[in-house]
């Protein structure tokens, strides 16, 4: 990765994911979710740092695709989070705006790294 932009944004992310999970855990009682949401969310940044460490290209761009998947899959518990009352507009609406600009930066990786594996 010639940019570590990702890596360090994936890493704030997680951060927002943790503090938002104690908050849920702690405010809202919500346990099952919450849950979910930590798993999926704090698994971006560690499946972009194993990329970093790819042994190959195609290694990489797994590891890069499995980061999408989990950002996805992590906008999903958040939508279903913001849909239920646990968390407010303003609170999805500021956390979701990270999510959709993670889910952009590593689909771009993927997107220019497969273009240059085919060259």
């Keep these: 990765?010639?940019?570590n932009?990702?890596?360090s944004k994936s890493f704030a992310?997680?951060?927002?994911i943790v503090r938002l999970y104690q908050f849920l855990v702690d405010t809202k009682k919500e346990f099952v979710l919450s849950k979910q949401l930590l798993r999926s969310g704090t698994?971006?940044?560690a499946m972009v740092r194993e990329a970093e460490h790819a042994e190959t290209k195609p290694d990489f761009i797994h590891k890069m695709a499995i980061a999408q998947k989990e950002i996805n899959e992590t906008i999903y518990w958040l939508e279903l989070l913001a849909e239920t009352n646990f968390l407010t507009k303003e609170q999805f609406e500021?956390?979701?705006a990270d999510a959709?600009?993670?889910i952009k930066l590593v689909t771009a990786i993927l997107k220019s790294t497969k273009a240059n594996?085919?060259?």
Aim: charged letters at 30%; glycine letters at 4%.
């Design 117 to 119: 594996l085919k060259n």
């Design 100 to 102: 959709e600009e993670l």
């Design 43 to 45: 698994s971006v940044g």
């Design 1 to 3: 990765m010639k940019d």
């Design 13 to 16: 992310f997680a951060i927002r």
């Design 5 to 7: 932009i990702v890596k």
């Design 94 to 96: 500021s956390i979701n």
